[in-house]
Every structure is written in structure tokens, then in C-alpha cells.
């Protein structure tokens, strides 16, 4: 493209080849951004490469600080610098009791869901030359606890921690940092989540899906479009003094708790 809200931005969205990711990724670029999305799976991002031309798909592991490094070196060769970061990667841990999380699936977690965030950022920041912006997806389990997922909702916790502290120490160089906390998004994701919650609580899926829908005030599920165009937003030139911030996108949730 040759204009758009977001013409002539470089922008990285991790775990962009599917889902919350590839919606903003998707609309990044019918904006007019320069999108590189990094992911571990490879068909998926064949599959964004094919449906989006002139996107960079690049798979990698941002949990792990050499493909981390692998991507960025690259994009500096290439854009020379980046404008916007969006920290997506994240994954649901187990649903299950305290006593039941295996130290394993606790560091997974932790490793993923704000390692990555960390990883990623602390490569960003040196490229963003001329200020930028800086996206985390959180989650409504962010800002409330979030009965049988401890390791989620404590990573998602440390996510918004980590958005109001750099938001702080890099105003002054112009990047501003925001988090986005999406409510419960419609989608195979929520599918799992559900089925996981399910076979742990003994309660039957369609009783859990009403549920759901029943702790946001809007009685509604969320689409992945709306957390891109909230994105969209905050790092666009609209949102220039906007960070620090924790935008729920979710119909205020009311509880987290069936």
C-alpha cells in the first residue's frame, strides 16, 4: 500500500500467524505498515505469507533469546529501525488447581508469556531511534485473579508490571507503552480453554460458554478484530501522549470467577 493510517511504520507482532495476532497484523498492513510477524508455526505463517504479499513471516521461538536475536538482526539489515512492537505471544498453562501446577508448566508459562515480552522489548527499544510504541497483550486475568489458572494470571499480572515501569523509564526517549487486556475472544483458543475448564470442573462446555458470556456486563464474547483496532489506536500518532495505560477491550468484565 501506499497510504494508510500507519504508511511508512515498521512494525513487529509476535505470535502473529493466527488468532488476536493475525487480526492486528492483518490490519496493521491493510493500513499501510511494513509488518514482520514472528511465530513458531510454519504452516500458518506460509499461509499469512501467501494471503498478505510484501509482509515478512519469520518463524521463531520469542521465548528464546537467539531467534529473538535472529529477527531483529535481520529487520535492522533490512528497515534499518522499528516504530512499533506488539508483544502478543502467550499461552493458557494448565487449568487446575494450585497444589496440581507441575514447577514445569509454571516456568513454561512465565518463560512464554512475559519472557518473550521482555526479549522482544529489550531489542526494540534500541531500534525505535526516533521514539515508538510498545503494545503488550495482557488479559482481563490481569487485573483480577482468575480461580484454577495461577500461572496465567500471575504472568498476565507481571505483563501489566511491565507495561507501567517502561512506560516510566522510556518517555523521555518518545516510546510510549501500553497494555491492552482483551476479555474472553471468541475463537478455537477460548474453545480450548473452555474444554480444558470443562473436564476440570466436571461442568458441561455450553454451561461454561454462557457463563463466560455472563461475567462481562455486555454479555458478549470479544473478536479478535476489536483488540487489533484498539492496537491500532495506541500506536498510532492519535494515541501520541497515551501510555502507561491498561485498555480493557472486553464489555467490562465483571469476575472472573463461574
Given at each position: 500500500?501506499?497510504?494508510?493510517?500507519?504508511?511508512?511504520?515498521?512494525?513487529?507482532?509476535?505470535?502473529?500467524?493466527?488468532?488476536?495476532?493475525?487480526?492486528?497484523?492483518?490490519?496493521?498492513?491493510?493500513?499501510?505498515?511494513?509488518?514482520?510477524?514472528?511465530?513458531?508455526?510454519?504452516?500458518?505463517?506460509?499461509?499469512?505469507?501467501?494471503?498478505?504479499?510484501?509482509?515478512?513471516?519469520?518463524?521463531?521461538?520469542?521465548?528464546?533469546?537467539s531467534?529473538?536475536?535472529?529477527?531483529?538482526?535481520?529487520?535492522?539489515g533490512?528497515?534499518?529501525?522499528?516504530?512499533?512492537?506488539?508483544?502478543?505471544?502467550?499461552?493458557?498453562?494448565?487449568?487446575a488447581?494450585?497444589?496440581?501446577?507441575?514447577?514445569?508448566?509454571?516456568?513454561?508459562?512465565?518463560?512464554?508469556?512475559?519472557?518473550?515480552?521482555?526479549?522482544?522489548?529489550?531489542?526494540?527499544?534500541?531500534?525505535?531511534?526516533?521514539?515508538?510504541?510498545?503494545?503488550?497483550?495482557?488479559?482481563?486475568?490481569?487485573?483480577?485473579?482468575?480461580?484454577?489458572?495461577?500461572?496465567?494470571?500471575?504472568?498476565?499480572?507481571?505483563?501489566?508490571?511491565?507495561?507501567?515501569?517502561?512506560?516510566?523509564?522510556?518517555?523521555?526517549?518518545?516510546?510510549?507503552?501500553?497494555?491492552?487486556c482483551p476479555g474472553?475472544?471468541?475463537?478455537?483458543?477460548?474453545?480450548?480453554?473452555?474444554?480444558?475448564?470443562?473436564?476440570?470442573?466436571?461442568?458441561?462446555e455450553?454451561?461454561?460458554?454462557?457463563?463466560?458470556?455472563?461475567?462481562?456486563?455486555?454479555?458478549?464474547?470479544?473478536?479478535?478484530?476489536?483488540?487489533?483496532?484498539?492496537?491500532?489506536?495506541?500506536?498510532?500518532?492519535?494515541?501520541?501522549?497515551?501510555?502507561?495505560?491498561?485498555?480493557?477491550?472486553?464489555?467490562?468484565?465483571?469476575?472472573?470467577?463461574?
Amino acid at each position: 500500500m501506499t497510504g494508510g493510517a500507519h504508511h511508512g511504520r515498521r512494525v513487529v507482532v509476535t505470535a502473529g500467524a493466527d488468532g488476536i495476532g493475525k487480526s492486528i497484523a492483518a490490519l496493521l498492513h491493510e493500513e499501510g505498515a511494513s509488518v514482520c510477524i514472528a511465530d513458531v508455526n510454519e504452516q500458518q505463517l506460509g499461509e499469512c505469507q501467501a494471503q498478505f504479499p510484501g509482509m515478512i513471516c519469520r518463524r521463531a521461538d520469542v521465548a528464546d533469546v537467539s531467534d529473538v536475536d535472529a529477527v531483529f538482526d535481520e529487520l535492522l539489515g533490512e528497515w534499518g529501525g522499528v516504530d512499533a512492537l506488539v508483544n502478543n505471544v502467550g499461552i493458557a498453562g494448565p487449568t487446575a488447581p494450585v497444589e496440581e501446577v507441575t514447577a514445569e508448566d509454571w516456568e513454561r508459562v512465565m518463560r512464554v508469556n512475559i519472557g518473550a515480552h521482555f526479549l522482544c522489548t529489550r531489542r526494540a527499544v534500541p531500534a525505535m531511534k526516533s521514539g515508538g510504541s510498545i503494545v503488550n497483550i495482557s488479559s482481563t486475568a490481569g487485573v483480577m485473579g482468575y480461580p484454577l489458572r495461577a500461572p496465567y494470571a500471575a504472568s498476565k499480572w507481571a505483563v501489566v508490571g511491565l507495561t507501567q515501569t517502561l512506560a516510566m523509564e522510556l518517555g523521555e526517549r518518545r516510546i510510549r507503552v501500553n497494555a491492552v487486556c482483551p476479555g474472553s475472544v471468541d475463537g478455537a483458543r477460548m474453545a480450548r480453554v473452555i474444554a480444558a475448564e470443562s473436564a476440570a470442573r466436571g461442568i458441561a462446555e455450553q454451561d461454561l460458554r454462557r457463563a463466560y458470556e455472563r461475567q462481562a456486563s455486555m454479555r458478549t464474547f470479544v473478536d479478535a478484530g476489536d483488540i487489533a483496532n484498539a492496537v491500532s489506536f495506541l500506536i498510532s500518532d492519535r494515541a501520541r501522549l497515551v501510555s502507561g495505560q491498561v485498555l480493557c477491550v472486553d464489555g467490562n468484565t465483571e469476575t472472573r470467577t463461574l
